[in-house]
């Protein structure tokens, strides 16, 4: 009888190797999209809009751990970052013993307000300085789930 069980485990190991790399190159779109955004001759410049860039940004970048970790349950299908994370959280107690810093759960507790507010009118008016942080607060959590990755 042929043993396929290291055949099986390879083809697993590619496949999330590939789809955590969907959910970072999606991630680095939707950042691409905010500073494109934020640097274009628009006006009014669509603040609320890059926020939600951003917002999607980090989202995508903490579902790419999520993967990467390999969650038994699937991927949550909502767009609260801290929830992602602590799904995070509760699969690298098992395995890697890796935490998670309080400065990314406090950010990604932050810009997730943009997941949904600024996609209706009057619910939310971003200025300046909550683009600016959303662009640096998505940026951390990217640069954070990359360096666990090890990209």
């Given amino acids: 009888m042929e043993d396929i069980s290291n055949t099986n485990i390879s083809v697993d190991v590619v496949d999330k190797e590939h789809e955590y790399n969907l959910w970072l190159q999606y991630s680095q779109t939707d950042y691409e999209c905010a500073k494109y955004l934020n640097e274009a001759p628009m006006h009014p410049k669509p603040l609320n809009i890059i926020c939600y860039h951003c917002q999607q940004a980090a989202e995508k970048a903490a579902k790419a751990l999520v993967v990467y970790f390999g969650s038994q349950g699937g991927m949550a299908k ?47 008016i971003a200025n300046e300085q909550d683009v600016e942080k959303a662009l640096t607060d998505s940026r951390k959590i990217m640069d954070w789930v990359n360096s666990i990755i090890g990209r």
């Fill in 78 to 124: 909502n767009h609260d970052i801290e929830f992602q994370l602590n799904q995070v959280k509760n699969l690298v107690k098992e395995n890697k013993g890796i935490s998670i810093p309080k400065e990314i759960l406090e950010i990604a507790s932050d810009i997730s307000i943009y997941a949904s507010e600024p996609r209706y009118p009057k619910e939310l």
